[in-house]
């Protein structure tokens, strides 16, 4: 059977065109009568339709693409249309149209005759984080009764990333409460120049930019403004990629804690221990943000990197911010960065991402708390309980 499609393929199918031409003819004169050359008549505008389609000039222009919505989350789905033209002289009866990519597009047949512009829309459901590659178009024009065909490669190369998905959780600084009773409070005091809460007597070694001059002015005494003081946390967050268990979920968990972070303008940074480790420091705005959540797109497990290797390595960056981990497995690596941790951070906790029924516990002095992906809101309230 694969032979005979070989034969009929290509070359094959324009010899068996004209065979059926020579056959229909033949019998037509040596047959004689109504019957033998009405038979002729009849197939022969489709012979010499499918002749001429196998000299046809195909002409496929202004190919477009357009998906909505245009930025896609883990989980949503899309509608992608897809609009050309046809400006070839010859009138095509049949035309299938065939997506090709990374995507599973479904094909779609077209009767075209004399129409010039086309349009499809097609349905991507329930989509996954990553790339996904649109490579062009497949055109396939046939006759009648499929006796010729002809294909056409249209390259239109466009892709599009597929963003983890982000729950909202509400961000509130915390504190680090273990079972053996001492606390690390990763937070320091720092003045805020911007707001002004009184006036106070100079005191040796402040700064020559906090004296109130409008005092000094009516009393010929230095005054010195005071100001409100802000409590500030810096946090590092970690994703582990040395596990491949959830690891969706894990990178989903790990985006929307930094955003909810950014959004409510806290200070964090950003560390993936993949094969090649990349760091973010200091995510403030939304360009640094973006920069993240494309890293995070397509972004792969890594079970052969040690994690712990990574971390020890960014010791001075762990050492001024508290640590959070995001891990869909507590490994051995992992339990002997525990043991370590209290010698050079401000604080740890780790959201363990599983789909089993977990309780928080403390590993080295490490707080553990297992999320399910339906509970990701309430990532920093459950660091608050004991």
Avoid at 35 to 64: C, D, K, T
Wanted: aromatic share 14%; charged share 20%; proline share 3%.
């Amino acid at each position: 059977m694969k032979k005979v499609k070989r034969i009929l393929g290509g070359g094959g199918r324009f010899i068996v065109l004209l065979f059926l031409i020579a056959v229909t003819f033949s019998y037509a004169m040596f047959q004689g009568g109504f019957v033998s050359w009405f038979l002729f008549y009849s197939i022969s505008p489709f012979l010499l339709y499918s002749l001429l389609l196998s000299f046809a000039r195909i002409h496929i222009g202004e190919v477009q693409r357009e998906i909505k919505p245009s930025k896609l989350h883990r989980g949503d789905s899309a509608s992608v249309t897809i609009s050309f033209q046809n400006k070839s002289w010859f009138p095509f009866v049949f035309l299938t149209v065939k997506e090709l990519g990374s995507t599973t597009g479904p094909s779609q047949i077209f009767i075209a005759g004399w129409k010039r512009k086309f349009e499809w829309t097609y349905e991507l459901q329930n989509v996954e984080r990553g790339a996904i590659h649109f490579n062009g178009l497949h055109v396939t024009i046939t006759d009648f009764f499929g006796w010729t065909i002809r294909n056409k490669f249209i390259e239109e190369n466009k892709t599009i990333l597929v963003y983890p998905k982000i729950s909202e959780i509400k961000y509130k600084p915390f504190q680090f409460q273990f079972e053996y009773g001492n606390m690390n409070a990763p937070f320091s005091m720092v003045k805020d120049s911007t707001l002004v809460n009184g006036v106070r007597d100079y005191q040796a070694g402040d700064k020559f930019s906090w004296i109130h001059w409008k005092s000094f002015a009516k009393s010929e005494t230095l005054r010195t403004k005071e100001f409100e003081d802000r409590q500030t946390q810096e946090l590092m967050l970690v994703l582990d990629q040395s596990s491949e268990k959830n690891f969706d979920d894990v990178v989903d968990l790990a985006a929307s804690i930094v955003t909810s972070v950014v959004k409510n303008h806290g200070d964090i940074s950003f560390l993936s221990t993949g094969k090649k480790d990349y760091y973010f420091p200091k995510i403030k705005n939304h360009n640094q943000l973006e920069k993240v959540m494309q890293h995070l797109a397509t972004t792969q497990p890594t079970p052969n990197q040690s994690v712990e290797a990574v971390l020890a390595n960014k010791v001075g960056f762990i050492n001024s911010a508290a640590l959070i981990i995001v891990t869909g497995e507590i490994t051995e690596q992992l339990k002997q960065f525990f043991a370590k941790s209290s010698n050079f951070t401000r604080g740890v906790v780790c959201f363990e991402v599983t789909n089993k029924e977990k309780h928080n516990r403390s590993i080295s002095n490490v707080k553990v708390i297992p999320l399910s992906k339906g509970k990701f809101e309430q990532a920093f309230t459950e660091v608050m309980k004991p």
